[in-house]
């Protein structure tokens, strides 16, 4: 009898002390890639000058807050720390809220950004400066983390104790902050992509003659920059979306859940987790793998090369070739 009644306990620490070890392991990771990030930008200069990368910054920045903050969870965690009455607990749990949605919003601003080159190639520099990201970056941060942070405060924290999941926020609150801060951001990156492809689609269509008629009978190399960089953000996108979907699916139905909640759920919440905090580690796996200057800023980088001479595929670069070309036409 006594080891009947005990084996429900020992799975229970299997399955605890399983998750924190996952989690462990995926801050790792994230505060790896993102670091790699950080240095490969800061590093080469080709990537520094492309105004797109300051979002990407700011995409690692999050995503590395996140690896910060996930550690100090679990640590609470194991020592029983009670989260629910102490302001700094509250803080982070809204530092860690708002850095999803700076990572959304943030998105989005890419989304706009590469509407912009596709549709306005020539004026796309003029428009989008690197002073002009960084202003856009620093007002995404200020205005995300100041929002989630003071509601997450005022409205209490979350909590996944044994079988006892509690939301967020009050149900009104929680339906406005999941419709107009999760779901906006989503369905705008979405929209703003489908435009993208089709205008990129109709100027396949009207082929090579337009082209060669506007550069001097050559494709331009910066249009497959452009492309390579809209394909790989919109990766970056489509994963957030299928890492973070599961888990936005179950705190929605928090509520609806009877108390305590069934074991399934807690294991697939549990699991849910695990694959939100994917995303933070996946965009440099993504960044390696759909461009050649960032795989050779990683490599240089993992290799402990201290030298900036970094081999970059100038085809691949946004910059100089569409600055003077736009230089000539407007003149």
Not at 226 to 242: D, E, P, Q, S
Not at 321 to 329: F, Q
Request: charged share 15%.
């Amino acid at each position: 009898m006594a080891l009947n009644g005990t084996t429900p306990d020992l799975q229970r620490t299997i399955l605890e002390y399983t998750f924190r070890g996952i989690l462990c392991l995926e801050t790792l990771f994230i505060l790896a890639g993102n670091a790699m990030t950080f240095v490969a930008i800061k590093r080469v200069k080709k990537l520094r000058e492309i105004p797109t990368n300051i979002f990407v910054l700011s995409l690692a920045a999050s995503d590395g807050m996140v690896g910060i903050i996930t550690p100090i969870f679990i640590a609470l965690k194991i020592l029983k720390i009670d989260t629910e009455e102490d302001g700094m607990i509250c803080l982070l749990q809204g530092s860690h809220v708002s850095m999803f949605l700076i990572s959304l919003v943030t998105l989005l601003a890419v989304a706009v950004d590469r509407y912009l080159a596709v549709v306005h190639p020539l004026t796309y520099r003029q428009r989008m400066t690197i002073k002009r990201a960084r202003i856009v970056t620093v007002l995404i941060w200020l205005l995300s983390f100041g929002l989630i942070t003071s509601l997450s405060c005022y409205y209490g924290t979350t909590v996944l104790n044994s079988n006892t999941v509690r939301s967020l926020f009050p149900k009104a609150i929680s339906l406005v902050l999941l419709q107009v801060m999760i779901l906006g951001p989503v369905l705008g990156n979405i929209a703003i992509y489908v435009l993208i492809y089709v205008k990129l689609k109709t100027k396949r269509r009207v082929g090579s003659e337009m082209t060669r008629s506007n550069f001097g009978g050559r494709d331009s190399g910066t249009s497959r920059a452009t492309k390579a960089y809209v394909n790989m953000m919109a990766l970056v996108l489509g994963y957030l979306i299928f890492a973070s979907m599961p888990n936005y699916l179950l705190l929605a139905t928090l509520r609806q859940m009877p108390d305590p909640k069934p074991k399934w759920f807690v294991l697939a919440y549990d699991i849910s987790v695990i694959l939100f905090y994917s995303n933070s580690f996946m965009n440099p796996v993504i960044y390696s793998w759909k461009n050649r200057n960032f795989r050779a800023a990683y490599k240089h980088i993992m290799r402990c090369n201290r030298s900036s001479d970094v081999s970059v595929d100038e085809s691949m670069t946004e910059g100089s070739r569409i600055e003077n070309r736009s230089a000539t036409i407007t003149s």
